[in-house]
């Protein structure tokens, strides 16, 4: 079982050092435009939602 663990972590670790990474600038600007997005449909699903609630609340009521 050790044997296998410690097979995998080389292989692991032979794989990691074939992987292209990118330049660190790349990496930082395609960092800020997924938080970007993510916070931008944050907001809109949020709109929606306060949308939707006082709709069904006035519905209701």
Known sequence: M???TIGFIKEVRS????VSWS???ELWAST??????VLLLSLVIGIF??????????MVH
């Open 2 to 4: 050790i044997q296998k």
């Open 15 to 18: 794989e990691l050092g074939q």
């Open 23 to 25: 330049p660190l600038p």
């Open 32 to 37: 800020k435009v997924v938080l970007v997005t």
């Open 49 to 58: 939602d306060l949308i939707c609630a006082r709709l069904i609340s006035w």
